[in-house]
């Protein structure tokens, strides 16, 4: 009985923790989001207006918000402005160049996604016989180049289980050991700390096929 519990009581614990975790973040996110509402000043606030909060407000203010950015971005007048604002964050210092990398990660994600992760390979990290999951972002400038070899590659090295931070580092080409795995495979692999591997999620479709297959 003692055995049967335990096996019951951690797959519960399987399927409870994904879905937990999974819900308390977009609770994060809704709450984030409607905070962004007290900008406005309080008696034009939904709250004020309507007599009653609706919750995830926020989310659709927000969706709003960047789809009429987006929209005014592609006329001819809302991109003058844009780039009007662009020449006067250019002329402060500090805030240009936290601007300019800002807008640059930001455009290899959103805009210009051949420059963003190309693809996987395994480096040695730290020391020889050590080695860790990284992603091709492209080749360096010339400038480097010319000083690490032509055949320098960029390489992003993230962190477990954040790999919104990590490491750039700039390797020669024959120390990079191709991987046959997708980004999203490597970045479930790192964000789990190595517990989901290319091989588990493949089984898992492979029984969620032969379930469907069954139920039909």
Do not use: W
Not at 34 to 39: F, S, T
Not at 122 to 151: A, D
Not at 159 to 180: A, C, F, K, M
């Amino acid at each position: 009985m003692k055995i049967k519990f335990k096996k019951i009581f951690i797959t519960g614990l399987a399927v409870i923790i994904p879905i937990g975790l999974t819900f308390y973040i977009l609770v994060f996110l809704i709450d984030t989001m409607d905070n962004l509402l007290k900008i406005v000043p309080i008696r034009y606030q939904p709250e004020v207006l309507l007599g009653f909060r609706i919750p995830g407000l926020g989310v659709i203010v927000t969706v709003i918000l960047i789809f009429i950015c987006g929209l005014l971005t592609k006329s001819y007048f809302g991109y003058k402005i844009v780039s009007s604002g662009e020449d006067l964050v250019d002329k402060i210092p500090f805030v240009r160049s936290i601007y300019q990398s800002i807008k640059q990660v930001s455009d290899s994600m959103f805009t210009d996604r051949r420059s963003s992760f190309k693809k996987v390979v395994l480096v040695e990290f730290l020391r020889k016989g050590i080695y860790t999951l990284g992603f091709v972002t492209g080749m360096p400038g010339p400038e480097i180049r010319s000083k690490v070899g032509q055949n320098g590659i960029s390489v992003f090295l993230p962190t477990t289980p954040n790999p919104t931070s990590g490491y750039l580092v700039i390797l020669p080409e024959d120390d990079l050991i191709q991987v046959d795995m997708s980004v999203e495979e490597a970045l479930t692999y790192i964000i789990s700390v190595g517990i989901v591997t290319a091989s588990d999620r493949l089984k898992r479709r492979e029984k969620l096929a032969v379930s469907n297959n069954n139920t039909k």
